[in-house]
């Protein structure tokens, strides 16, 4: 098998190491003011290639502000199935491409969105409120994917292989299991389903759109995609994946764009029969859902799904606390606890505990919050009123229950956005806010005085996505590693408990309630997901 040469793009890294951050911040502040300029327009939507417009619009705002990023169309069922047959038309073309030139393709979009990589950063941050740091690292993972499949597709030949039998030189009046008989030349080969439903998230509405929808069509499929439309509303960037896939040569009617409300959009792609597979990232309650509706009427997709998680990290008293406190508090509070990936719960020593809490409040006290363009700006807004309610909603059950330790606040910052504190603080492990996903800044610590009792507590919620683990002892590094039942799995990472997965170095993959086929994105078998394999026998004769 030939070796995937694959390096990753690590734009802010490199830009560092060459003593170039100025020219970082000043390209990165350029695209911003450009993306502004385009505040207010009109887009389409874009099915087969052509534009199609419905008859109402939806208007996207920034979180950061309230401004108007752009009016998108609401598309219907109706938009829904006339992007389902544009796709299903070109999948007959698409699926018989060279697996080579699909390959070459899709490294030809990694270049353009290189090219264009603070453009895409920038409508990102203003879009879904993320740092500039965060945005530049999901624009590079969303090139990083591209590459990282391409190779992976020319590595394993388009996953082709062929097999024989030689002729028996004995025969048999009958035939039965195991006969002796003729010569036989098997070809194995992987083919594509057809038309893959991609719906996105707001959260990575770069990386993990790119990431499924190219997983799809480098693999023969065709693609209806959906980027969120509701209250969390990711839709330009969507667009923008469009435009540069359009630019790197991909045929039209392969990359469908349709935005409009999960209820019929989205929906209609779940029970479409001219669909023949999901791939989804978002709550476990949706995604559970889908495949409701999806086996209970008697139907049949293929579903690869990442529905959220509930992190926990374990700091010993065998911890370099400093690393600890480092990595449980990017992991917790990075994006505003915004990741499926974040950490929400802590299992902390009873020896170190207090150290560590006040060493972690010290260090969430100094981070700050607002405008999330500003360099400085650690924490931006939260997406949207349904995330700050729950916010809300969290903390008055903290103080009912349990002990808020810091944070718990919204904060003024004079824009519109809904902005607000980090909270630490301290439930039993039994309280629901220790189960239950909540997509918020919010860090719950809790003591344990034995190490397989905090491996007990960190496995007992319905999720499995990732988990982290500081400690120098060898003993519960390895106790760790057998016992944590989580797909991502971090031992003393300072940078980050819980997230932060690199493409090619990590996959990334949920257990539980937190994944669907236990195989995961920047994976060695994640291709093989969006194929199904045939055998085709031939007797020579």
């Known amino acids: 098998m030939a070796k995937n040469n694959f390096s990753n793009e690590f734009t802010y890294k490199k830009f560092i190491e060459g003593e170039k951050e100025a020219e970082f911040d000043r390209l990165f502040d350029e695209a911003v003011q450009k993306a ?13 290639g052509k534009e199609v417009d419905a008859g109402s619009v939806l208007t996207e705002r920034s979180p950061i502000d309230g401004a108007v990023i752009g009016y998108f169309q609401k598309g219907t069922r109706e938009h829904a199935r006339m992007a389902i047959a544009a796709a299903k038309e070109e ?19 990694a270049d353009v969105l290189a090219a264009n990589k603070f453009d895409v950063a920038a409508i990102l941050s203003l879009e879904n409120g993320k740092s500039r740091y965060e945005s530049i690292g999901e624009v590079d993972e969303g090139i990083d994917f591209s590459r990282y499949y391409a190779g992976e597709l020319e590595a394993n030949k388009g996953y082709a292989r062929r097999t024989s039998l030689e002729e028996s030189r004995q025969k048999v009046s009958a035939g039965f299991q195991g006969a002796p008989s003729n010569a036989e030349k098997v070809s194995i080969v992987m083919k594509p389903y057809g038309v893959f439903g991609v719906i996105a998230p707001f959260n990575f509405p770069i990386s993990i759109s790119i990431g499924m929808s190219a997983g799809a069509m480098i693999t023969g499929n065709t693609v209806v995609f959906k980027p969120s439309s509701s209250d969390n509303m990711t839709m330009l960037t969507g667009l923008k994946i469009y435009q540069l896939l359009k630019e790197a040569g991909l045929p039209d009617g392969v990359f469908n764009y349709i935005t409009g409300p999960g209820s019929e959009v ?21 995604g559970l859902n889908m495949l409701t509706k999806t086996y209970g009427a008697g139907n049949q997709k293929a579903f690869i799904v990442e529905m959220g998680g509930k992190n926990p990290a374990i700091v010993s008293k065998n911890a370099n606390l400093d690393d600890a406190v480092s990595g449980v508090l990017s992991a917790a509070f990075g994006f505003a606890g915004q990741k499926c990936s974040a950490l929400s719960r802590v299992y902390v020593h009873e020896s170190v505990k207090e150290e560590f809490i006040s060493k972690l409040i010290e260090k ?13 700006v650690y924490i931006g807004p939260l997406i949207s009123e349904s995330a700050y309610n729950r916010y809300v909603e969290s903390i008055d059950k903290i103080k009912e229950s349990g002990r808020l330790l810091y944070g718990g606040n919204t904060v003024s910052t004079g824009l519109k956005g809904l902005y607000v504190e980090p909270a630490i603080a301290e439930l039993r492990h039994e309280h629901e806010l220790v189960h239950k996903e909540l997509f918020v800044p ?14 007990s507590m960190a496995n007992d919620v319905d999720y499995g996505l990732t988990a982290g683990l500081y400690s120098k002892n060898r003993k519960e590094i390895k106790e760790f590693s057998a016992g944590i039942e989580a797909g991502v799995v971090y031992i003393n990472r300072a940078v980050s408990a819980t997230t932060g997965a690199i493409v090619g170095l990590h996959t990334f993959v949920g257990w539980k309630g937190s994944g669907l086929t236990g195989k995961g994105t920047g994976s060695k078998f994640y291709l093989q997901q969006f194929m199904r394999e045939q055998s085709i026998s031939i007797t020579q004769g």
């Open 36 to 48: 502004k300029q385009g505040f207010g327009n009109k887009y389409h939507m874009y099915i087969g």
């Open 91 to 109: 999948f007959t073309r698409w699926k018989d491409i060279d697996y080579r030139e699909r390959a070459r393709i899709f490294r030809k979009f």
């Open 266 to 286: 989205g929906d209609e792609l779940v029970v479409n029969t001219g669909v023949s597979g999901i791939v989804f990232t978002g709550s476990r309650s949706t």
């Open 364 to 376: 969430t006290r100094a981070l700050k919050i607002g405008d999330p363009i500003s360099k400085d």
């Open 442 to 455: 919010i860090l719950i610590v809790i003591g344990y005085k034995n190490f397989a009792d905090a491996i």
